[in-house]
């Protein structure tokens, strides 16, 4: 299912290309040629403070972190709608909720007893979310490593894409593990989200997939302009505002 002789608008958030970017930021000033770099001064200092937090990984691994990167930038392409996946926060988004009182499992009744349920049961699992979502990543991994010799960040985009087409067909699905339920009930609702939430919460940076489809920001703002502008296009949706730009 390649899209690549489609031209945006009609594209999938899926295929092209894996960037190499990393989302880690952690590294200090290096010494070049023996001279040390010039004093930071307190605005250097400032936005040095400002990256690290935005960027650095809270629950995701090393291993954990490349992987989720390789797929989120498969899953989202650099094409003339949004930068890739990595580029629009996406793997940071995600390691923010693994790491949060959603990937605790705050709100999940977790007493047991642990019974097999439907899939309109929604989210059955003893595990809470942050440790569900690293079993099925490693399952992926070890997966990925069996039928190509590869990690999955070694992949390339084509070959990834395939990888995921046969999980989400459910023919990488074993007896220790259903890969298939994991990827499209767990792992594609959390990309989706990570798409078009706040951009406060790490994902959707510079509100990339808010200016993709034309959406205004706050929609507490907006009572009024979704009666005046019903069927047509909203000037406002060119400048969309979240939740820090009232801060």
């Not at 960037?19 to 770099?37: D, E, I, K, T, Y």
């Not at 995600?94 to 989210?123: E, F, N, S, T, V």
């Not at 440790?131 to 992926?140: D, N, S």
């Not at 989706?192 to 406060?200: E, L, N, S």
């Amino acid at each position: 299912m390649s899209i690549n002789d489609r031209e945006p608008p009609a594209r999938r958030l899926f295929l092209r290309r894996v960037g190499g970017a990393s989302g880690v930021a952690l590294a200090g000033p290096a010494l070049l040629g023996g001279f040390a770099s010039p004093p930071a001064t307190a605005q250097d200092v400032a936005v040095r403070e400002t990256e690290t937090r935005h960027s650095a990984y809270l629950s995701l691994g090393p291993q954990e972190a490349a992987c989720v990167e390789a797929l989120v930038n498969v899953m989202c392409p650099a094409d003339a709608l949004t930068p890739c996946g990595v580029d629009c926060g996406l793997h940071l988004y995600i390691d923010r909720q693994l790491a949060g009182a959603w990937g605790r499992g705050d709100q999940l009744y977790r007493q047991g007893p642990w019974r097999p349920g439907k899939p309109q049961h929604g989210y059955q699992s003893p595990l809470p979310p942050e440790q569900h979502f690293k079993v099925g990543l490693e399952a992926l991994r070890r997966g990925a490593q069996q039928r190509t010799g590869k990690a999955v960040e070694q992949l390339e985009a084509g070959e990834l894409d395939a990888l995921l087409q046969h999980v989400a067909a459910g023919r990488m699905d074993d007896e220790r593990f259903a890969l298939s339920a994991w990827f499209n009930d767990f792992l594609y609702p959390l990309f989706i989200q990570a798409c078009f939430a706040d951009p406060m919460y790490g994902g959707n940076r510079d509100k990339s997939f808010w200016r993709a489809v034309g959406f205004p920001g706050l929609p507490a703002f907006h009572g009024r302009n979704v009666v005046q502008y019903r069927g047509l296009p909203f000037p406002g949706a060119a400048k969309p505002q979240s939740i820090e730009d009232f801060g």
